[in-house]
T-cell receptor, first 112, second 112 residues
Framework: EAQVTQNPRYLITVTGKKLTVTCSQNMNHEYMSWYRQDPGLGLRQIYY???????DKGDVPEGYKVSRKEKRNFPLILESPSPNQTSLYFC???????????FGSGTRLTVV | QKEVEQDPGPLSVPEGAIVSLNCTYSNSAFQYFMWYRQYSRKGPELLMYTYSSGNKEDGRFTAQVDKSSKYISLFIRDSQPSDSATYLCAMNYGGATNKLIFGTGTLLAVQP
């Protein structure tokens, strides 16, 4: 089944404790992206990647890092999480520019 | 002013009704227009994808784009309780970044 897989689905952590949210897609898509979804603000892009080793900032990149060492994987790293990063996070992939994204099921992160 | 405006609802309709969901946008550079459906605790799912002005139909769903008015719509005919979800409009400038700009979503409830 074609899909984007994120782990974990739920995560509660403390301020300052480094964490990684994994993302993997099995569709051989070129593009991958991370979004966060907040009430009243909708989905906002954090980072995106056009191919292996090619990444760039989205609208809200502060406090996040990404890497794209393999085509299928695009982990999201929070080096020092803060409470304002409490949100619902989605990883997504797309076969080419201007095509729609396929989204994962989401990771609900709470930073206390 | 947000680039994409969407009425958050909630919108409640009886089963079998025709539903009209709308978004307006401010940037005439948008070229690709999409509608996503998001069920509770799930990731967004691509429903409709259009490029040009005009109508596109897929089963009970019709997407309409009016670039001159900067207005897009999604119509759902013979609405079903299973259509109850949040509907997100999204737009893309085209080009290499494949960045989607989302509306905040409209919550739809179809009452049996």
């Amino acid at each position: 089944e074609a899909q984007v897989t994120q782990n974990p689905r739920y995560l509660i952590t403390v301020t300052g404790k480094k964490l990684t949210v994994t993302c993997s897609q099995n569709m051989n898509h070129e593009y991958m992206s991370w979004y966060r979804q907040d009430p009243g603000l909708g989905l906002r892009q954090i980072y995106y990647s056009m191919n292996v080793e090619v990444t760039d900032k989205g609208d809200v990149p502060e406090g996040y890092k990404v890497s794209r060492k393999e085509k299928r994987n695009f982990p999201l790293i929070l080096e020092s999480p803060s409470p304002n990063q409490t949100s619902l996070y989605f990883c997504a992939s797309s076969r080419a520019a201007s095509y729609g994204y396929t989204f994962g099921s989401g990771t609900r992160l709470t930073v206390v | 002013q947000k680039e994409v405006e969407q009425d958050p609802g909630p919108l409640s309709v009886p089963e079998g009704a025709i539903v009209s969901l709308n978004c307006t946008y401010s940037n005439s550079a948008f070229q690709y227009f999409m509608w996503y459906r998001q069920y509770s605790r799930k990731g967004p799912e691509l429903l409709m994808y259009t490029y040009s002005s005009g109508n596109k139909e897929d089963g009970r769903f019709t997407a309409q784009v009016d670039k001159s008015s900067k207005y897009i719509s999604l119509f759902i005919r013979d609405s079903q309780p299973s259509d109850s979800a949040t509907y997100l409009c999204a737009m893309n400038y085209g080009g290499a970044t494949n960045k989607l700009i989302f509306g905040t979503g409209t919550l739809l409830a179809v009452q049996p």
